[in-house]
Structures are given as structure tokens and as C-alpha cells.
């Protein structure tokens, strides 16, 4: 019998229908089911081993899912579109910069791997964006880890992209750090632009966000838009949630 296309809503920015992840005899990502619309933005906690790294590789076709469909942008993750890649960026807590070269070196060399017109005006724009201009010069080898965290932005937006994918962004960040960065995503968000974050930080990955998810040994325990969600009392249900589906 001929399967039937995946139809995609044309207000839909994420599709992912009974994704599985292996390694080995590891389940890392269990048969997730999720629509993420168009500038919404969803939050996932979950412990460390639930699958959020995986299920962030997978959207952003960095790793390939065992079974089930993912589409990002309305493009199938699989299908090797490389316009794709236009349509993402990622932050995490590894910066993918080179920490030899200079900031404006670095977003040079991002703009040229996008093909982007006016590729030193966009570089120093998304430098300015991010408040680096001061430092525009200096070699990534020196910055805090705050810093480079505010240039992985500026890495992950140059391209301009419709969606970005933050893989425990806050990690490693001190008060200072974590407060800046705070207000970056509050630019990224209001710039209608649709983010899924991982976390572990209940309060910060609550503040923003349209809906927030529970995953739990590689499966989604709970989603709830976070208008329906008491925020003082998150932390006990994450807490319960996790400790049910592990004993079960």
C-alpha cells in the first residue's frame, strides 16, 4: 500500500510525528508526537538523559532519528533539502566559534558559509545587535563565557533564520551572564521568530515561553500552554511528573 505525504499546515514551523532515537540498545527519544506553530515558542525540561540534546540534533539534522518523521519549516528532516539549514539556527552551550579568530572574523566566515549578500555589513550588524562592537576585533579566545554566549547568538541569527533551536542555553552562564542573555532571547522572541528551548532552569525556561513540556526518559510526560500552568507550583509537578515516569 502506498503511504500516503505528511501534510503540513502552512501555520506549522514544527511537525514531529512518533520520532524514535536508538543508540544501541539505548531508547534516547521515544516515540515524541509534537506541533510547534509559527512563532510560538515552547520550553522543554526534562533531567539530564531525557532526550533533549537528541531531539534538538534530530530538528536541526545534526543526527538521524531511528523511525518517525520530523519537518522543520516544512521541510522533512530526512530529505537532505539543503534550505534547510537556512531556516535554523542553534545555540547551546557549546559555541560553535573558533576561538582563534576574532569575533568579525568569525561571523565573516558564517556569512560567507550562507552565501549572504553584504556579508561584512550583516557580520557587524549582528555583532552591534548583541552589544560586541566594543570587542569586534579581539580573538574569541578571550571573551568570558558570557561573551560567547552573546556572539553564539549573533553565529545563530546572522543567516536571519525563521527558527532557532536552544539547547540549555543558560549552562555555565553566572547571574550576570544569564540576565543578558535573558534579554537577547527577549529580542529573539518578539521578533516573531518560533523557539524551542531545553532546560533546567524552571524559573528562566517559564518566563517566555507559549508552552512548556516535560520530557522524561525520552518521552513527552506533559505539555501545557503556559497560561494554564501555576508557575509557583511547577516545581513540585516537574519534580512528581519525573519521579512517576521513571517508576513506571
Do not use: W
Not at 510547534?36 to 537528541?54: D, R, V
Not at 568579525?104 to 549582528?126: G, I, P, S, T
Not at 580573538?139 to 540549555?168: C, W, Y
Not at 524551542?196 to 526518559?217: F, N, P, Q, W
Request: proline fraction near 3%; charge should be positive; charged fraction near 25%.
Amino acid at each position: 500500500m502506498e503511504e500516503k505525504p505528511t501534510i503540513i499546515s502552512p501555520d506549522t514551523a514544527v511537525q514531529v510525528r512518533q520520532l524514535r532515537k536508538n543508540f544501541g540498545f539505548i531508547q534516547a527519544v521515544r516515540g515524541i508526537d509534537f506541533d510547534l506553530a509559527k512563532g510560538e515558542f515552547l520550553t522543554i525540561f526534562g533531567p539530564n538523559g531525557a532526550g533533549k540534546t537528541t531531539l534538538i540534533k534530530i530538528l536541526s539534522t545534526l543526527t538521524k532519528p531511528t523511525s518517525g518523521t520530523a519537518h522543520v519549516a516544512g521541510y522533512d528532516v530526512l530529505g537532505g533539502d539543503p534550505r534547510l539549514r537556512n531556516e535554523i539556527g542553534v545555540i547551546s552551550h557549546v559555541s560553535f566559534l573558533y576561538e582563534e579568530l576574532t569575533a568579525l572574523e568569525n561571523m565573516l566566515f558564517y556569512a560567507k558559509m550562507y552565501r549572504l549578500k553584504n556579508k561584512k555589513d550583516r557580520a557587524v550588524q549582528v555583532i552591534e545587535e548583541v552589544g560586541l562592537n566594543a570587542r569586534m576585533h579581539d580573538r574569541v579566545r578571550t571573551f568570558s563565557k558570557g561573551m560567547l554566549q552573546r556572539l553564539s547568538i549573533a553565529r545563530a541569527v546572522i543567516h536571519n533564520p525563521s527558527i532557532l533551536f536552544l539547547d540549555e542555553p543558560y549552562t555555565g552562564l553566572d547571574q550576570h551572564a544569564s540576565n543578558s542573555f535573558k534579554e537577547q532571547l527577549h529580542s529573539l522572541h518578539t521578533s516573531k521568530r518560533t523557539i524551542l528551548m531545553t532546560t533546567h532552569d524552571i524559573s528562566r525556561g517559564l518566563e517566555m515561553c507559549d508552552r512548556a513540556a516535560i520530557l522524561v526518559k525520552g518521552r513527552i510526560a506533559l505539555m501545557k500552554p503556559v497560561a494554564d500552568i501555576d508557575k509557583n507550583g511547577f516545581d513540585k509537578l516537574y519534580f512528581e511528573t519525573v519521579a512517576n515516569e521513571r517508576s513506571s
